[in-house]
């Protein structure tokens, strides 16, 4: 079937604005993630998603980032008054997870490359 | 804090020759260690992974070995092509199964 998808592939945005980025995982999986990659740098984690709830909302980096889940599939996460330090890629990792304790496998969509001019 | 440090950043080899990315971990309990290839703007792509119960792990040229009481593990491609240039990146999981991921390895393999 078809694997993560991630909309848009590139959002360019001017300093102060909202922007909005959906994920679409894998059918059927449960657990979804959101990854943030600057420029050379490696994954850093934002915030987990186990159905519709958010156990893990840790690496979200200030209270202008946000994200939700419905009906346990789509994603989307928000970024509030954008900022010239928010300019990376942002990625989407989806598993099957049927508990927290899983090692099941995350696959990843392309991605979203975010520019803050 | 949960950290991965990966080892080197660069990597240069020529074609036929064997490549080896090392990377160590700080969260005792992590269990599953996957590594990720990514190519040029497109997403990370799961190459092998290993998970806590096991030493090593092979999948044709491509290899993985776990020293839990190291903490350490390891990435080994053999015979090398130059379609394997991209950077690498492994992780560790985390709590709550997040994964935490090294800084990468740029590899190169020059024809």
């Known amino acids: 079937g078809a694997g993560v998808s991630q909309s848009p592939s590139n959002k360019v945005t001017e300093k102060g604005k909202d922007v909005e980025l959906r994920c679409d995982p894998i059918s059927g999986h449960t657990a979804l993630y959101w990854y943030r990659q600057s420029l050379g740098q490696g994954l850093e984690f934002l915030i987990y998603f186990q159905g519709n709830s958010a156990p893990d909302k840790s690496g979200l980096p200030s209270d202008r980032f946000s994200a939700e889940r419905t009906g346990g599939s789509v994603s989307t996460l928000t970024i509030q008054r954008t900022q010239q330090e928010d300019s990376a890629v942002y990625l989407c990792?989806?598993?099957?997870?049927?508990?927290?304790?899983?090692?099941?496998?995350?696959?990843f969509g392309p991605g979203t490359r975010l520019t803050v001019l | 804090g949960e950290n991965v440090e990966q080892h080197p950043s660069t990597l240069s080899v020529q074609e036929g020759d064997s490549a080896v990315i090392k990377c160590t971990y700080s969260d005792s309990a992590s269990n599953y260690f996957p590594w990720y290839k990514q190519e040029l703007g497109k997403g990370p792509q799961l190459i092998i992974d290993i998970r806590s119960n096991v030493g090593e792990k092979k999948d044709q040229r491509i290899a993985v070995t776990l020293n839990k009481t190291a903490k350490h593990f390891s990435l080994h491609i053999t015979e090398t092509q130059p379609e394997d240039s991209a950077v690498y990146f492994c992780?560790?999981?985390?709590?709550?199964?997040?994964?935490?991921f090294g800084q990468g390895t740029e590899l190169s393999v020059k024809p």
């Open positions: 990792a989806s598993s099957l997870a049927p508990t927290l304790t899983s090692t099941d496998t995350q696959y």
């Open positions: 992780a560790a999981r985390g709590q709550g199964g997040k994964l935490i």
